[in-house]
């Protein structure tokens, strides 16, 4: 779930051979259900034409300031007014010094200059174009005021060079579009997400683990990040991308995320344990490959540290959201752990249903809280059940007063 659905976005495309990615960057927003508008400088359409766009927006592609029928509404004017954000992919290094240097001289500049929107720019140019100290002030300039960038990537680029310059990746700038979006009711507050599975090793080729993708942690850092966190996310092995913006620490037993937990929680007000910690690990882990003998053979196990109960226990303890993983008696167990571990909230989700729980899309949950209140989620993506336990940790934590 993003915050993308019923807005309304002007894409500004300016000329450059980026100029196919804006096309995709057009789907994955129309797709999200946003209202896009496209404005085109003369250069972008020698490179894909309006029409391509205007089909995939299903509205009007904006291409001259001077058209008698749109400028019958002074539609650079109408536009700006009722966009709830601005993106301008690609972004050439013409355009972002005309618009740093207050130049409007066509729809796309004319445009921006007259919009209160947010503006996000995603530059595409030759390294050198990019490094040049006149574009570095224009951009410093843009920051200063207000305006978000979407830094370019390295690569090899079209004109030969390899170096920064290349357009962001549509989905990188689909992701500054949702948190340019997103109300900030979580800047000032530092939050760490545990996320994944921990792998606690028998010998150097075989591990103890559970099916835990990460997923569900992923999308809480995802979430805490576009609502202006600073994210710290503990993770598990997994498959998963990082999201923008998020700082990981990447561990691979329970030992070492109680250790990578314990000394980052002083730096944190929020602490979201979605992990699934291994309860045991081998008493002795052996150095060389256990070789195939006998029929049977067992492993002793020693419990691990319960860095969740560990966390409650301390005098000053941040903001503490537990997870419950359960099979049955969900309420019941959850609540048993919610009281035992000294937590503010735990969110319990049946792991025995095929369409929640571990390494799926979607999750239902009953969401528990220390003053006895409940709230039940049905069945949705991570993603959404994410924003649902962010709006209960943010309203906690607006009623708390600083001595809390
Ligand atoms: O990663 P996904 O594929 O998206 O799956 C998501 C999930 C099912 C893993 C997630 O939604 C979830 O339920 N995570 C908690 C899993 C778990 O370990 O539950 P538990 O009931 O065993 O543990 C209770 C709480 O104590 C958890 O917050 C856990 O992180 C914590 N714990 C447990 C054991 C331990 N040694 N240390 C801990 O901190």
């Known amino acids: 779930m993003d915050n993308i ?25 129309t797709k999200s259900g946003a209202d896009v508008h496209v ?22 592609v904006h291409l001259d300031l001077f058209n008698l029928i749109a400028e019958r509404e002074i539609s650079h004017i109408s536009l700006a007014d009722r966009a709830d954000l601005f993106i301008v992919a690609p972004a050439t290094a013409n355009v972002i010094g005309k618009i740093a240097c207050g130049i409007a001289d066509d729809m796309l500049t004319t445009t921006i200059m007259a919009t209160k929107a947010p503006v996000l720019i995603a530059p595409a140019m030759n390294v050198n174009m990019y490094t040049n100290p006149i574009y570095r002030e224009n951009e410093q300039k843009l920051i200063r005021n207000g305006y978000l960038f979407v830094d370019p990537v390295s690569g090899s680029l079209a004109c030969g060079w390899e170096g920064q310059g290349k357009l962001a990746a549509p989905e990188a700038i689909f992701e500054a579009a949702v948190a340019a979006l997103s109300i900030k009711d979580l800047a000032d507050h530092t939050i760490m997400v545990t996320a994944g599975p921990t792998r606690e090793e028998i010998d150097p080729v075989r591990y103890i683990s559970n099916h835990s993708s990460g997923k569900m942690g992923y999308a809480l850092a995802r979430a805490a990040v576009r609502r202006g966190a600073r994210v710290i996310l503990v993770s598990g092995p997994t498959c998963l991308t990082v999201p923008d913006g998020v700082e ?53 196990l020693q419990k691990n540290p319960d860095i969740l109960a560990e966390l409650g226990a301390m005098q000053k303890r941040p903001f503490l959201v537990g997870f419950a993983a359960e099979t049955c008696d969900l309420s019941e167990y959850a609540l048993k752990k919610l009281k035992a571990k000294n937590l503010d909230m735990i969110v319990a989700n049946d792991v025995s249903q095929v369409d929640a729980g571990f390494n799926v899309e979607t999750n239902r949950a009953l969401l528990l809280f220390r003053n006895g209140r409940s709230e039940e989620c049905s069945l949705m993506t991570k993603d959404g059940l994410a924003v649902i336990i962010l709006d209960s940790i943010a309203a906690e934590l607006a009623c708390r007063t600083p001595a809390d």
């Open 248 to 300: 990981l620490v990447a561990v691979e037993s329970a030992c070492e995320m109680r250790a990578a937990v314990m000394s980052r929680v002083g730096l944190c007000d929020v602490v979201i344990k979605a992990a699934a910690v291994a309860d045991y690990r081998p008493l002795e882990r052996k150095t060389a490959k256990i070789k195939k003998k006998s029929e049977h053979m067992s492993i002793e």
């Open 5 to 29: 659905s019923g807005k309304r976005i002007i894409l500004g495309v300016s000329g450059g051979i980026a100029v196919y990615k804006a096309v995709e960057l057009l789907r994955l927003l």
């Open 39 to 60: 404005v085109m400088t003369g250069a972008a359409q020698e490179f894909v034409t309006p029409l391509t766009f205007q089909t995939l927006s299903s509205n009007p």
